[in-house]
């Protein structure tokens, strides 16, 4: 019974292993993961009691099928997996003495009039039940995501922003993407969350911005093609928009 000898590196051992499963647990909370992530903590718990009282078969067979499964792991959480060491760069990318030394850019933010010309636009398409999903760039470049689309640098302007998301433009299915104050490009694909937990009115709009503001430091706007309603997603946050004016507001501030 060797297991009853506890001490003091053993308390803190397990207080460091239930922070990890907890930090663990809430990266992946609503994710199509966590019933698996559940099994594997059940698996382990039930191996650390068959060594705990000897019982060196179970022990075994437990031990052999958390070693084999150790590769499958890695490709079934591979999208969390690559969420979770995201966000750890960037909690750490914010952080000003990190900044300093990786001389790292500030966040790229929107001037006065980019932000009119762009909240004229979305209240027109709100009215007109214009579908648009719109990215504004922060610190990632979103290289990736730009790449995907056609470039367009050119100045914000309602209606050019209006134009492109027009249904029977040839841009207008796919996220524009905004930095500097510009349109750099239009028709982008952005990755689909695979949250369980989203309300099922959610379209293709919202889960697209979903996941991509899962992956980025990203703000982006969401103007649904059924309702008129506008969406603000950042992080794993989706704030509805009742009044134009709140959306500026909210873009001012970063």
Known sequence: MEFLNFSLIDLIDIILVAAIIYVIFRWIRGSSAMNIFIAIILLFLLRVLAMAVNMRMISALLGTILDVGAVAILVIFQPEIRRFLNNIGRTAGNNTLVQALMRRHRAEGLDTDTI??????????????????????????????????????????????????????????????????????????????????????????????????????????????????????????????????????????K
């Open 116 to 253: 009119s010309e762009l909240m004229l636009a979305v209240q027109q398409m709100a009215a007109s039940k214009t579908g648009a999903l719109i990215v504004i760039r922060r610190k990632d470049n979103l290289e990736s995501i730009i790449n995907t689309g056609d470039i367009i640098d050119a100045r914000v302007s309602q209606r050019l922003v209006m134009n492109l998301f027009f249904k029977n433009s040839p841009l207008h299915d796919g996220a524009m993407v905004i930095g500097g104050n510009r349109i750099v490009a239009a028709r982008c694909t952005l990755p689909i969350s695979e949250r369980t937990d989203l309300p099922a009115s959610y379209g293709m709009r919202h889960k697209s911005a979903v996941g991509l503001a899962e992956q980025c430091d990203a703000s982006v706007i969401v103007v649904s093609e059924e309702t008129g309603g506008i969406s603000l997603v950042e992080g794993d946050t989706v704030t509805r928009i009742d009044s134009i004016n709140v959306l500026k507001l909210k873009l001012e501030k």
